[in-house]
């Protein structure tokens, strides 16, 4: 199976900041990944497919980029509804694997 | 408006089998391109990936679950099932059901829309 490993764990951020997290894979994937966003107590959202594909109604702050196993999740200007938990999500391999979560905190 | 929602026994007790109704309405799995997927997630960890299957009924399972997992569907009743044999307190999770459907000219494969999660207690 592909192993995903995003980075950092938690991180704490203020209101305006900008904040890059990122996603290492175990083997190249070329675009296929996804970015989800997950709210306590809710179900995951699809921010990101395709490695910077905005998905609709999604505020354009968030991008991503990157391609073979190396991807990046960028948020340009923190507004208080996105201190949340963001993953990872690769679909190159039918047997799909989320990275472990990046917890974004207020600091 | 796509809609997925989650149901099943909301405490199970070891070794017992677990058996969950996705249904879902916006969207037919008679579709190509459409598929269902069951995630789980335990409490306060990350998701996991546990079952897919696609409008032509081909089925894939997580690596490390697949001799304990079955899923199915019934076209007619727009629902998928999923089963879990030999439940143990590690198994203990919200489990999500999710449409899952390509997106871009590359079609890769998003979990768009989801079901707000059902817990299940694996518990004596």
């Known amino acids: 199976d592909i192993q995903m490993t995003q980075s950092p764990s938690s991180l704490s951020a203020s209101v305006g900041d900008r904040v890059t997290i990122t996603c290492r894979t175990s083997q190249s994937i070329n675009k296929y990944l996804n970015w989800y966003q997950q709210k306590p107590g809710k179900a995951p959202r699809l921010l990101i497919y395709a490695a910077s594909s905005l998905q609709s109604g999604v505020p354009s702050r968030f991008s991503g980029s990157g391609s073979g196993t190396d991807f990046t999740l960028t948020i340009s200007s923190l507004q208080p509804e996105d201190f949340a938990t963001y993953y990872c999500?690769?679909?190159?391999?039918?047997?799909?694997?989320f990275g472990q979560g990046t917890k974004l905190e207020i600091k | 408006q796509v809609t997925l929602r989650e149901s099943g026994p909301a405490l199970v007790k070891p070794t017992q089998t677990l058996t969950l109704t996705c249904t879902f309405s916006g969207f037919s799995l008679n579709t190509r391109g459409m598929c269902v997927s069951w995630i789980r997630q335990p409490p306060g960890k990350a998701l996991e990936w546990l079952a897919i299957i696609d409008w032509d009924d081909d089925k894939y399972y997580s690596t490390s679950l697949k001799t304990r997992l079955t899923i199915s569907n019934d076209t007619s009743k727009n629902q998928v099932v999923l089963t879990m044999t030999n439940m143990d307190p590690v198994d203990t999770a919200t489990y999500y059901c999710?449409?899952?459907?390509?997106?871009?000219?590359?079609?890769?494969?998003?979990?768009?829309?989801w079901g707000q999660g059902t817990l299940v207690t694996v518990s004596s």
């Open positions: 999500q690769q679909s190159y391999s039918t047997l799909y694997t």
């Open positions: 999710a449409r899952t459907s390509s997106r871009g000219p590359g079609f890769i494969m998003t979990f768009d829309y």
